[in-house]
């Protein structure tokens, strides 16, 4: 079964109107180091994603609702928000939009912009020059541990004697 993909059926203009509404929510709520990425060429799932920081659980919380009530009230429905209720990392989205709220350890262990913001015209893969694998150094043994193994280099089992049940 085949994918469904979203329907189309924002202007540009409109686009931009949701980018601007979500900056402007984003500024009054005093959120940290927003990031604006077109993805149009990198993904179907959304045209816009914004990446912003809050300085705590609450305001991460604080800015992702913000974002919500200027959107309902602009007219533009979210289509779902995740993760508000733990604070770490909200995610709002507003069809072409995305916006991602996190804290900032949180989004520089997940590192969403290096990830994204690439052209749209060189794919990830061809950026990566191939690695050749190294062999790791083999492990000396200590000398006690090489006499317990025996001459056939691997330590022996013991033999198990399986007693039979009284009758």
């Not at 991460?60 to 009230?73: F, L, N």
């Not at 289509?79 to 939009?97: C, N, Q, S």
Request: glycine share 6%; charged share 30%; net charge positive.
């Amino acid at each position: 079964m085949a994918a469904a993909s979203r329907p189309r059926s924002r202007s540009t203009a409109a686009k931009s109107a949701v980018v601007t509404l979500v900056q402007a929510a984003l500024a009054d709520m005093k959120a940290v180091n927003i990031k604006v990425l077109d993805v149009r060429g990198l993904t179907d799932i959304a045209d816009t994603l914004i990446i912003a920081s809050g300085n705590s659980d609450r305001h991460v919380r604080s800015i992702a609702d913000r974002v919500v009530q200027a959107a309902k009230a602009a007219g533009h429905r979210p289509y779902g928000v995740e993760g508000a209720r733990d604070g770490e990392w909200a995610l709002v989205d507003l069809h072409d939009v995305i916006v991602h709220v996190m804290l900032p350890r949180v989004r520089e262990f997940y590192g969403l912009e290096a990830l994204w913001d690439q052209p749209a015209s060189k794919p990830a893969a061809a950026d990566k020059k191939p690695v050749a694998k190294k062999k790791a150094p083999a492990r000396k043994q200590a000398p006690a541990a090489k006499a317990a193994a025996g001459s056939k280099g691997g330590a022996r089992r013991p033999v198990r004697t399986v007693r039979k049940p009284r009758a």
